[in-house]
């Protein structure tokens, strides 16, 4: 029993009533209010808390899940970040360029050529029931020991692997095959002519203003007009009286994460270790390029 520095006679009544009332409480429907803050006494309407009082507030704490305990464990602690499912495993690749290619036909394509350093070596399998859900993590690009943390040390030689820059997840429908320290080989995964999903990191272009950012049409030029390149209304004045969010207006351009989907790959050589991909891809040279089959609904990736 917690006795506070107020008179016993006066905690003695107290006691009384609060067991009174708190045999009415009624349980509380939302999940996200805990049961225990609203049932705790405040210490200027009671002086004493007794035994059974604690014993009930922490049993009807214990009913309540934790994820619905307060706003620190409640929706921001449930929300889960799902990736989206790959038609087939992929593999990283660093941006060299761009050139003209002559097919035996004599037909002139342009094409990224995409270059492969060391990696593309599996780091970890994940499953539905140790994870949750089926995936290979993949690493790309050794670099030195000193350039990674302690904790990405031990992660890479659990795997048996060695030290890498990037660390990606592509998410299967099933993992049979893949063992950690297993290395990927381009040929075998991809065959020229092949449709693939090359995603990267988009070049910045900076501060944009609508023009350039979204492709909107200029104003008059002539005739006394005084917009020319101006963004023009956002809104009603009264009615709403404020700017819609997702509004598109001036702003930061690029520098974004960008995915060109069924690009053709026409040529790959063994030897130099590069592919061969028809168009353009994101990014700039050097950049780090994720290359997967191309996903088609229906034929290999589900519809649903």
Same mark, same amino acid.
């Given at each position: 029993?917690?006795?506070?520095?107020?008179?016993?006679?006066?905690?003695?009544?107290?006691?009384?009533?609060?067991?009174?009332?708190?045999?009415?409480?009624?349980p509380i429907q939302n999940p996200h209010i805990s049961v225990s803050l609203l049932a705790r006494p405040t210490l200027s309407?009671?002086?004493?808390?007794?035994?059974?009082?604690?014993?009930?507030?922490?049993?009807?704490?214990?009913?309540?899940?934790?994820?619905?305990?307060?706003?620190?464990?409640?929706?921001?602690?449930?929300?889960?970040?799902?990736?989206?499912?790959?038609?087939?495993?992929?593999?990283?690749?660093?941006k060299l360029g761009m050139m003209s290619f002559f097919q035996p036909d004599g037909t002139v394509v342009p094409v990224t050529?995409?270059?492969?350093?060391?990696?593309?070596?599996?780091?970890?399998?994940?499953?539905?029931?140790?994870?949750?859900?089926?995936?290979?993590?993949?690493?790309?690009? =050794?670099?030195?020991?000193?350039?990674?943390?302690?904790? /990405? #040390?031990?992660?890479?030689?659990?795997? &048996? %692997?060695? $030290?890498?820059?990037?660390?990606?997840?592509?998410?299967?429908?099933?993992?049979?095959?893949?063992?950690?320290?297993?290395?990927?080989?381009?040929?075998?995964?991809?065959?020229?002519?092949?449709?693939?999903?090359?995603?990267?990191?988009?070049?910045?272009?900076?501060?944009?203003?609508?023009?350039?950012?979204?492709?909107?049409?200029?104003?008059?030029?002539?005739?006394?007009?005084?917009?020319?390149?101006?963004?023009g209304s956002i809104g009603a004045g009264t009615t709403p009286g404020r700017v819609y969010k997702g509004k598109k207006m001036?702003?930061?351009?690029?520098?974004?994460?960008?995915?060109? =989907?069924?690009?053709?790959?026409?040529?790959?050589?063994? /030897? #130099?270790?590069?592919?061969?991909?028809? &168009? %353009?891809? $994101?990014?700039?040279?050097?950049?780090?390029?994720?290359?997967?089959?191309?996903?088609?609904?229906?034929?290999?990736?589900?519809?649903?």
């Amino acid at each position: 029993m917690a006795v506070s520095c107020c008179p016993l006679s006066a905690s003695a009544s107290a006691s009384a009533s609060a067991s009174a009332s708190l045999s009415a409480v009624a349980p509380i429907q939302n999940p996200h209010i805990s049961v225990s803050l609203l049932a705790r006494p405040t210490l200027s309407r009671l002086s004493v808390v007794s035994s059974s009082f604690l014993g009930f507030s922490l049993s009807l704490r214990a009913t309540i899940p934790k994820e619905g305990r307060g706003w620190s464990g409640g929706e921001r602690a449930s929300r889960v970040t799902r990736m989206s499912m790959e038609a087939g495993i992929g593999v990283m690749g660093t941006k060299l360029g761009m050139m003209s290619f002559f097919q035996p036909d004599g037909t002139v394509v342009p094409v990224t050529v995409v270059g492969f350093r060391e990696g593309n070596i599996v780091t970890q399998v994940k499953t539905d029931a140790t994870d949750g859900y089926d995936a290979v993590q993949i690493g790309y690009r =050794r670099v030195r020991d000193r350039k990674l943390t302690r904790p /990405e #040390l031990g992660h890479l030689q659990k795997a &048996g %692997a060695i $030290p890498m820059r990037h660390l990606q997840e592509f998410r299967l429908q099933c993992v049979d095959g893949f063992e950690p320290g297993q290395r990927l080989v381009v040929e075998d995964l991809f065959k020229e002519g092949d449709l693939v999903d090359v995603s990267g990191k988009s070049i910045g272009k900076g501060f944009q203003g609508g023009i350039k950012r979204h492709n909107f049409h200029r104003g008059p030029m002539t005739h006394g007009s005084k917009s020319h390149r101006a963004l023009g209304s956002i809104g009603a004045g009264t009615t709403p009286g404020r700017v819609y969010k997702g509004k598109k207006m001036p702003g930061r351009m690029g520098n974004a994460k960008t995915k060109i =989907r069924k690009l053709k790959i026409v040529k790959i050589d063994s /030897e #130099l270790r590069v592919v061969m991909i028809k &168009g %353009a891809v $994101p990014g700039k040279p050097g950049n780090l390029l994720r290359i997967t089959p191309a996903k088609i609904v229906g034929k290999n990736i589900p519809k649903n």
